[in-house]
């Protein structure tokens, strides 16, 4: 079957699943297959289920019209998505980057829906497979579409950029997030630069944090490029406190002269600039930018401030890589408390860096008093240090249970797949 044959299709049954448990009737089932899973054998049970029609890449016994057999599910899924991507004359913003893309994502999503109808990738669906579904969750009647790409090797975001034909682009920064698989800093630039590629290539413009130094090469010849930092650009602003919540000083480019946001950490500063540069970009008013930002809350394990009887915690669990470890450690440790406990989750996908990353950060977090330090699981294990060593959350949750703090500041930060958050029971 030809795509656009597909996409009719699509537009009479237009929401896609690929996942029979979460099948409503009318659906269209794409049978994905991987190393663990393979959905063709789930075919027939979703048409049961009420699928109006199974998209499958092996041939299944007694098959009606319903089935319809494709050479690959996954590239058809992908080329339906850029089929319908097609169909759209308006901004497709993507964001990369190795720190904050999702936080800058929502910010961002906040301040253009204010003022346009947006559409925006949902939760984390930033791989091979949500990115083409969310393309194919935008409705006809949208303005403005915000695409969030994760990758942790090299071609990635190249291969998301020709289904979604990105005509803006923003890389958050380039950090030591998945070393090993893009094989050291020099290829996660290089990797989270191919946005960059696609957007000079494609007549396209990008918006870019003046205060990394890498980005100014990195974004070179792009046809236009716009700016924002802390002393250059269209929105320039700086840390005006934070203590916990962020506030931000705006010194050019909105009436407003502070952005008073619900977000921890003074690393989230290019967040905030790049949501209110790209709203005045795009022409929403100052004081929706403004609102928009200030009633943005976390509620992800991104950022996010957890009061909890007389305690603070700063959950920031969903991911964990060097820098954003030692930035979350050097925002803990400047805040101002009497009492302040760590419990950090190792990192992963670093390879052969892995064991050097651990002791750097260990001897980071010697520079600083603290009322408690517990280190959870991975090649914390093998670095020498004098704190608290637990195997997993689940050790560190009954640790936690254990000490009944009170007027106590906690950070609780860690890789995902130590699932962090489940410290708190």
Known sequence: MQIAELYTIYLAHPSIQTDTRKLKSGDLFFALKGPNFNGNQFA????QQGAAYAIVDEAI??????IILV???????QELAKYHRQQFNIPFIAITGSNGKTTSKELIFAVLASHFNTYTTQGNLNNHIGVPLTILNIRRDAEMAVIEMGANHQKEIAGYCTYTLPTHGIITNCGKAHLEGF???????KGKGELYDFLRVNNGTAFVYDDYDYLHPMSAGIPQIIWYGQSAGLVQGTVLANEPFLQVKIHQGLSTDRINSQLVGDYNLPNILCAATIGKFFGVPDHK???????YAPSNSRSQLIE???NHIILDAYNANPTSMRAAIQNFAGLKADRKVLMLGAMMELGEDSIAEHDALVKLIEQY??????????DFEKVDHPFIWLPNAAAAREWLSAQHFSNTFLLIKGSRSFKMETVLG
């Open 289 to 295: 930018i403004k609102e928009a930002i200030e009633a």
């Open 308 to 310: 909890k009887d007389s």
């Open 71 to 77: 050479d690959d599910v996954l590239t058809t899924l």
């Open 183 to 189: 094989g050291g800093v020099e290829g996660v630039r």
């Open 61 to 66: 016994p007694d098959a009606d019209h319903r």
């Open 369 to 378: 008093n603290w009322a408690q330090v517990v280190l959870v699981g991975g």
């Open 44 to 47: 027939l049970q979703a048409l």
